[in-house]
């Protein structure tokens, strides 16, 4: 079993609908997650991060956690074609945060 | 303010030869990492650095590479007599703690070997 898997899509929704990334880690260890983006050639940036049970807002954004399903989700309301990119799921174990390990990424595609 | 810089950007090798990689982290981080992705795989973790020092390097191959921070300059991340599967996007990250979770990636340095 994989350690962190993502549905690799390409998951396309239309301008202003809800986008729903799904995420699943094996290690029931796993005490931080993270949602990055990445635009095709450029850096993964950070945009959310959550460590409890429960739904976490940010902006447009929201993770949910379920550490006894060992499911992490964002969803993306209001998407826009500018969120089209691939979002990649990091989890990690705890201690320190750097040590992360990554899903393969889902690509999202916005269509105006 | 500059993000994380890396350079090159893109390399090729030839098999046999050696790849050197460049990071500098954003200003005011003293906390360095490198991060690999292969083909079709998620970023892996390669090693964690601090000024002229290794931290953790557990997911470094154990033979061919080596990565430093030292006091002035930027980190580099060295692959010796390289090999056709060192193809990939090699990706260096800063943080001003280590715990705080949150990387700052650089756009990352596309190795490929022929």
């Known amino acids: 079993q994989k350690e962190v898997e993502q549905n690799s899509g390409p998951l396309s929704v239309p301008e202003g609908a809800i986008a729903s990334l799904n995420c699943t880690y094996s290690d029931r260890g796993s005490q931080s997650f993270f949602w990055y983006r990445q635009y095709s050639g450029k850096s993964p940036e950070l945009i959310m991060s959550i460590y409890s049970n429960g739904d976490k807002e940010d902006g447009r954004f929201t993770a949910q956690l379920n550490k006894a399903s060992q499911y992490v989700s964002l969803l993306i309301r209001d998407s826009q074609p500018s969120d089209s990119a691939t979002y990649l799921c990091?989890?990690?174990?705890?201690?320190?945060?750097?040590?992360?390990?990554f899903g393969k990424g889902t690509l999202l595609t916005v269509n105006p | 303010n500059a993000g994380v810089m890396q350079n090159p950007r893109h390399l090729v090798r030839r098999r046999g030869q050696e790849a050197r990689l460049r990071c500098s982290p954003m200003?005011?981080?003293?906390?360095v990492y490198w991060y690999r992705q292969l083909p079709e795989e998620g970023l892996k973790f390669m090693v964690y650095l601090q000024k002229e020092n290794i931290i953790d390097e557990s997911g470094m191959p154990k033979e061919r590479f080596s990565a430093e921070f030292p006091k002035e300059g930027p980190s580099i991340l060295r692959i010796q007599q390289v090999v056709r599967g060192d193809s990939a996007a090699y990706f260096c990250?800063?943080?001003?703690?280590?715990?705080?979770?949150?990387?700052?990636f650089g756009e990352g340095s596309r190795l490929t070997v022929l």
């Open positions: 200003k005011g981080h003293s906390h």
């Open positions: 990091a989890v990690n174990r705890g201690g320190s945060n750097y040590k992360l390990t």
């Open positions: 990250a800063s943080s001003f703690d280590r715990n705080t979770g949150e990387l700052f």
